[in-house]
């Protein structure tokens, strides 16, 4: 990233440099609150040094310079910082993104500021700050993360927190589980997902349904999260606790806790297997017309793609909020 230099003449000199999508500013300071940090170069570094480490450091918002130490706060780590009036050895660092505004008028003024933090790995995530000052002349740090779905995709609150849920359905294809978790991965950069709640199911079932309308099948399947385990895997197994119902398999979404979304047609887990194939797969049901199975999980044949009475026209991928 390219820097330029600024002079801007206040009480004391404050350097801004500025590139396409931050401006840093360099005041006399120090934080005084704070719960993290860390020292990026103990002795040696300079001062230009340590502006060209947070500069590169994607996280980092502040930066103190003793004259010899190098230390880097990232978003969420520095609370409250004292600026200094007049020239010394403690040097503070901002770096600030102006939300559309190339460079402010001053440097930290007016205040209040609000600004984002933008890391490339949360393409759907707001990590937004706001810098004001508070009655002792302080300057505060405040955090907000916005965690958003990418396009397409539904949010759901589940206790591992916020979860995006997205229905593929294509009523000119047909796919096997193999498909369906592979294209997850590839396609949207996600995993074949499970249903937490009963809100889930109700969402995707609907959604499938309405794919359905045009369908030459009455019914359509789509893969969910869930692989039989291999101790679950006879007829005789199933007695086990640790194979009733939903237990009786592995998750491709490691996001499920309760998974009361899954809804199990009647007398459809009391085998393991259906004219000789182990059903070690789970799909969802979905109809036209809202009858028996509709809305309901059932165990399949994993290299299914279609049966008579419906075809595996889809999958559910899903991921965390913010990715």
């Known amino acids: 990233m390219y820097l330029r230099s600024i002079f801007l003449y206040l009480l004391f000199v404050a350097r801004v440099l500025s590139n396409d999508w931050f401006t840093l500013i360099v005041k006399f300071g120090k934080p005084v609150e704070f719960s993290g940090g860390f020292v990026s170069q103990d002795g040696s570094y300079s001062h230009q040094d340590c502006v060209n480490e947070c500069n590169n450091i994607i996280n980092c918002i502040v930066a103190h310079f003793d004259g010899s130490v190098c230390t880097i706060y990232e978003f969420g780590s520095v609370e409250k910082v004292q600026l200094f009036e007049t020239k010394n050895a403690n040097e503070i660092l901002f770096k600030i993104n102006y939300l559309g505004k190339f460079c402010p008028p001053e440097p930290l003024d007016p205040l209040p500021i609000v600004s984002e933090m933008v890391d490339e790995d949360f393409k759907n995530t707001q990590f937004q700050f706001t810098i004001d000052k508070d009655a002792d002349g302080l300057l505060t740090f405040n955090y907000n993360t916005i965690r958003s779905c990418p396009p397409g995709f539904t949010k759901f609150t589940r206790p591992t927190g916020e979860y995006c849920l997205f229905l593929y359905a294509n009523i000119s294809e047909s796919f096997t589980y193999s498909d369906a978790y592979n294209s997850c991965i590839d396609k949207y950069d996600a995993i074949l997902s499970g249903l937490e709640t009963e809100e889930?199911?109700?969402?995707?079932?609907?959604?499938?349904?309405l794919a359905n309308m045009n369908d030459t099948y009455a019914g359509n399947l789509y893969w969910i999260s869930g692989y039989r385990k291999y101790e679950c895997s006879r007829p005789e197994q199933l007695e086990n606790p640790k194979c009733d119902g939903?237990?009786?398999?592995?998750?491709?979404?490691?996001?499920?806790?309760?998974?009361?979304?899954?809804?199990?047609?009647?007398?459809?887990?009391?085998?393991?297997?259906?004219?000789?194939?182990l059903q070690s797969?789970?799909?969802?049901?979905?109809?036209?017309?809202?009858?028996?199975?509709?809305?309901?999980?059932?165990?399949?044949?994993?290299?299914?793609?279609?049966?008579?009475?419906?075809?595996?026209r889809g999958f559910l991928c899903g991921k965390e909020a913010g990715r």
């Open 281 to 312: 797969c789970i799909v969802l049901w979905t109809q036209r017309v809202e009858g028996v199975l509709h809305g309901l999980t059932d165990d399949a044949t994993c290299t299914m793609d279609k049966t008579r009475y419906a075809a595996a």
């Open 200 to 209: 889930e199911r109700l969402f995707v079932a609907e959604q499938g349904r």
């Open 246 to 277: 939903i237990e009786g398999f592995t998750q491709s979404d490691s996001h499920l806790t309760n998974k009361t979304g899954y809804k199990w047609a009647e007398g459809n887990l009391g085998t393991v297997e259906e004219s000789g194939y």
